[in-house]
């Protein structure tokens, strides 16, 4: 039996967000965590996670911007994922992130990206992403080298985010 279990989301400002992940030597030995990671993404409710948002400092990160509430999910695990091509032309998506909840920002990225990968299976694998989909590929492949969307903002308007989560991690630990 395959039971799933949710993970506990690491909050900013956490150290282990801010490291650069390692490779995955063996795909196969992160199923577990994989399908872990799926379900802890879903229940959120989110739309992307990275490892080291579990507190595993591996490069993996699941995905599934599926937006149409009646559509199948389309549960995605990208091992070891690598940026190989980007759009000039960028898009700006309001962002948001588990590890910093209930704050938004407007983030401009490339609009395309082309990603190769590894899968659980230990397959090459090579897609285009664009949309909100590139949007989250390369906010979750930022996770796995220890960088977070709020780094994108001006330093004041980071060092006040960082202060309200540091505030709601203080509240959390005394309730
Ligand atoms: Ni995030």
Known sequence: MNTMALRDILIHPDPRLKTVAGPVSEPSDMKKLADDM???MYHAPGIGLAAPQVGVLQRMLVMDCVKEEDAPPQPMVLINPKIVWSSEETNVYEEG??????????IERPAEV????????????????????????QHEIDHLD??????????????MITRKMQKLKREKARA
Do not use: H, M
């Open 38 to 40: 799926l379900e802890t």
């Open 97 to 106: 992130c588990l590890s910093i909840p209930e704050i938004y920002n407007d």
């Open 114 to 137: 082309e990603v190769t990968w590894t899968s659980l299976e230990g397959n090459e694998q090579s897609q285009r992403f664009d949309g909100l989909w590139a949007t989250c590929v």
């Open 146 to 159: 220890g960088k977070l969307f709020i780094d994108y903002l001006k330093p004041l308007k980071r060092q």
